[in-house]
């Protein structure tokens, strides 16, 4: 049995995941001799621009998508707000959006301020979640409009790793003529996506959710879609974003989306075993705790666990004592003392919502890490609340 720990067990890969060394590796060349601009006319450029062409191609085949399709951009919060706001420059007659409860901050935050700073221009449906993280298909129906400009639906969760219907969703806007977005963040890499089979306009992605650099990331675009770029300047990404392509980073994604299609069922498979274990044994082992969302649809890398009766925050700061790295579900560390609005969105209850941790793990995880938490995890909840005022264990 394990008793203490040399090394950082690393359970927050939603957060940010490692930079593969095979990554590193494809990047080095293009941080040192290779670095021509990609739009230059000479070959010592055009070389460079060959590698973009060949990344860009990897990261098409990752999604079944055409590379004419893939625009890079810094981020995921870039490509969720490119697409949102092109659509509403779109059809600027359209004044209504679509989203969730539960979305990351990256479109949340976007569509409270086009609510807001906007004095209102735009009405935004949020739609509800049940206990388990799911969504209402008969809401979202009922909520589509002639007025809809767009439908924008992450596919994965970031806090639970419930995933959304969301190639129903788009066939239904699609019915309708509204366009539709998904942030993919955190499903790329972990499940199966064909684009070339589903009604998606829109897509984002985040290189260093699946092991790439942080600082790239990916709008898809499907073809023949009516597009307004965010960021106009030079010809770049064929006219969709200004600004030199960041090419070390994009042939980092490009390698990490090769290495991600290869690993795919290693996600599936041992993963979400070491998942599944990890979760069963905290849940066996720790009186009043409980998972948040779906049992079964669910990233495989992904457990969402509250702790009733203590702060998330302050089983974090123990848990770091025995380097294991986790999130908390509560927002307190940005400021606010209210609980994670996505567990709110939940309805979990105000005194497990607080102590809620997400554990997502990667590939680089082993059986031994798990079974370090479990041993670890059941003391610190325990002396955690002997001090609550709440704990009446």
């Known amino acids: 049995m394990a008793s203490a720990n040399p090394k950082t067990i690393y359970m927050d890969n939603n957060a940010t995941s490692r930079v593969a060394p095979e990554v590193v590796e494809a990047m080095m060349p293009y941080l040192t001799e290779s670095y021509g601009n990609p739009s230059s006319m000479h070959t010592f450029g055009g070389q460079v621009g060959e590698a973009v062409k060949t990344a860009r191609k990897k990261v098409a085949d990752l999604l079944g998508a055409d590379p004419e399709e893939i625009t890079f951009t810094s981020c995921g919060t870039e490509s969720d707000s490119t697409a949102i706001l092109s659509a509403l420059r779109t059809f600027p007659e359209k004044r209504h959006v679509i989203t969730t409860r539960v979305e990351h901050?990256?479109?949340?935050?976007?569509?409270?301020?086009?609510?807001?700073?906007?004095?209102?221009k735009y009405k935004v449906t949020r739609l509800k979640v049940d206990s388990e993280g799911m969504l209402d298909m008969a809401e979202y129906e009922a909520a589509l409009t002639d007025d809809t400009a767009i439908v924008s639906v992450m596919w994965a969760n970031n806090e639970t790793g419930v995933i959304f219907p969301v190639e129903e969703m788009a066939a239904m806007a699609k019915q309708r003529g509204i366009l539709f977005h998904t942030d993919a963040v955190q499903a790329v890499g972990k499940i199966d996506i064909d684009l070339a089979q589903l009604d998606i306009d829109f897509l984002s992605l985040s290189g260093h959710k699946l092991h790439a650099p942080k600082g790239i990331g990916v709008l898809y675009i499907k073809r023949g879609t009516l597009f307004v770029p965010f960021l106009t300047g030079g010809h770049q990404e064929?006219?969709?974003r200004g600004g030199t392509e960041n090419v070390a980073s994009?042939?980092?994604?490009g390698r990490a989306c090769e290495l991600a299609g290869e690993k795919m069922a290693e996600e599936n498979g041992r993963v979400k075993q070491l998942r599944d274990k990890l979760e069963e044994g905290l849940l066996a082992k720790v009186p009043k705790s409980m998972l948040n969302g779906h049992k079964t649809a669910r990233l495989p890398n992904t457990a969402n666990i509250s702790f009733e009766f203590v702060e998330g925050e302050a089983i974090l700061l123990h848990m770091n004592q025995h380097r294991i790295c986790a999130s908390s579900g509560s927002a307190c560390t940005s400021g606010s003392l209210e609980p994670s609005h996505v567990l709110r969105a939940m309805g979990v209850p105000f005194t497990a919502a607080h102590g809620s941790i997400r554990f997502s793990l990667s590939v680089y995880n082993t059986e031994e890490e798990v079974d370090f938490v479990i041993e670890k995890m059941p003391a610190i909840i325990a002396s955690l609340r002997k001090m609550s005022p709440f704990w009446k264990g």
């Open 238 to 240: 064929s006219g969709r």
């Open 250 to 253: 994009i042939v980092g994604l």
């Open 105 to 120: 901050p990256a479109v949340k935050n976007l569509c409270d301020s086009l609510q807001t700073v906007t004095g209102h």
